[in-house]
C-alpha cells in the first residue's frame, strides 16, 4: 500500500494508510464507510463510528472508500470547488479518527458510467473485497446516481456485503454539511466552523519564499501558498502552528492579497510568536483560532505597522484563553 501524497515533516497523529487504483490488491475483509468526507466533520464521524464499532465486532480493519477527484470537480472541470481537507490531509484525520485504510477510487468517466449493480459486484466485492458497508441515509451510488440505501442492501445482501444505513446528524438546527462549513469558513465564522467540524479547521504546505516584506516590518511570516480554489474568507487569524514534532508556537496570519502592497495572488503568511528560526522547505500546520479583522489597505507602511501590533495583541490574548476544542496538528 502506498503511504499519503506529500506528508507532513512531523507526525502529530498516524495517518491512515491509503490504497490507489493501481497499487497491489488491498486486505480484503475490511468495513468501510462509503462517501467523500470532505471536512471529516461531525456527521461524517458518525459514520466513522459505526464503521469502527462493526470492524472491532468482526475483527476487521476499519475503512474509508474515497473518490479522487472529487465528483463535483470530474463534472464541473475548472470550477475549483473549495476543498476542506486536501487527500493528505484528510487520511491524517481519518488516522487521528482511528482508521486504518483509506481506499482512493480515481473517480473518471469508466466510474462515472458504471451502473449500480456493476459497481457492488465488481468493485466493492471484486475489487476491495470489503465484509461490510457503512452508508448515510442519503448516500446514492452508480450511473446516474440511480442506487440509493435501499438498493446496495439488497446488492450487498447478493455480493455477500453487510450495508448499514446510518441516519444524518443535525447541528444548529440542519444537517450538518461540508458546504455548511465552506460557508461559515467564507464568512470568516471560525467559530461556526469548529463547531461543525468538531475540531479547529487547519492548513499545512510548504513553506516557501516571499517578497520577505514583513521581516522589513519586524514581522517575518511562514508562508503558505494555499489552493486557488480556498474559499476562506481574506483577513487577519489568531492561530496555532506545529512546526516540528510536539513543537506548537501561537502566531497571528493574514490571508489575501497585500493590497497594501502589490495585490498579489493570495497567501496564507503566519507571523509566530516567541520563534526564531528557518521554516524554509519545511511542512507546518497552522489551525485557526479565530477571526480577528478583514484585510485592509493602508495609506502606509507605518499605519500597517501600526494595525499589525494590534492585531498580535490580540491573537496573543485570544490564543491565551482558545476555545475549547479539539485540536488535530502537532
Known amino acids: 500500500m502506498t503511504q499519503p501524497a506529500s506528508p507532513p515533516a512531523f507526525e502529530g497523529h498516524r495517518a491512515a494508510a491509503a490504497w490507489h487504483d493501481g497499487d497491489p490488491a488491498p486486505p480484503r475483509g475490511a468495513v468501510a464507510a462509503i462517501g467523500n468526507f470532505d471536512g471529516v466533520h461531525r456527521g461524517h464521524r458518525h459514520l466513522l463510528d459505526a464503521t469502527l464499532a462493526q470492524a472491532r465486532r468482526l475483527g476487521r480493519p476499519a475503512a474509508i472508500l474515497t473518490f479522487e477527484p472529487h465528483p463535483r470537480d470530474f463534472f464541473r472541470p475548472g470550477a475549483g470547488s473549495f476543498r ?11 488516522g487521528a479518527f482511528g482508521i486504518d485504510l483509506v481506499f482512493v477510487k480515481r473517480f473518471d468517466g469508466g466510474l462515472a458510467g458504471t451502473d449500480a449493480r456493476t459497481f457492488v459486484m465488481e468493485i466493492l466485492r471484486g475489487q476491495l473485497g470489503l465484509r461490510a458497508a457503512v452508508i448515510g441515509g442519503d448516500f446514492h451510488f452508480g450511473r446516474g446516481r440511480t442506487g440509493t440505501p435501499a438498493l446496495l442492501a439488497d446488492f450487498g445482501r447478493e455480493a455477500g456485503i453487510d450495508v448499514h444505513v446510518q441516519e444524518m446528524v443535525q447541528g444548529r438546527g440542519a444537517s450538518i454539511s ?3 462549513i465552506r460557508e461559515a469558513l467564507a464568512a470568516g465564522d471560525i467559530a461556526a466552523a469548529e463547531e461543525l467540524l468538531g475540531y479547529r479547521w ?3 504546505g510548504e513553506v516557501r519564499h516571499g517578497e520577505k516584506i514583513g521581516r522589513t516590518l519586524g514581522f517575518p ?3 503558505l501558498a494555499l489552493p486557488a480554489s480556498c474559499g476562506l474568507r481574506h483577513g487577519i487569524y489568531a492561530v496555532r502552528a506545529a512546526v516540528a514534532p510536539g513543537v506548537v508556537h501561537a502566531g497571528v496570519a493574514s490571508f489575501g ?8 495572488a493570495p497567501l496564507f503568511e503566519t507571523h509566530l510568536f516567541d520563534f526564531a ?3 524554509y522547505g519545511r511542512r507546518i500546520e497552522v489551525e485557526l483560532l479565530d477571526w480577528i ?27 491565551a484563553h482558545p476555545r475549547p476544542a479539539l485540536s488535530l496538528i502537532g
Open 277 to 279: 528560526g528557518d521554516l
Open 221 to 223: 511570516t511562514a508562508n
Open 257 to 264: 492579497r497585500r493590497p497594501t502592497f502589490d495585490d498579489g
Open 293 to 319: 479583522r478583514p484585510e485592509e489597505k493602508f495609506a502606509s507602511a507605518e499605519a500597517l505597522v501600526a494595525a499589525m501590533g494590534r492585531d498580535a495583541e490580540r491573537a496573543r490574548a485570544i490564543a
Open 84 to 94: 476542506l481537507t486536501p487527500e493528505p490531509v484528510k487520511q491524517k484525520i481519518l
Open 178 to 180: 461540508s458546504s455548511r
Open 202 to 204: 487547519f492548513v499545512e
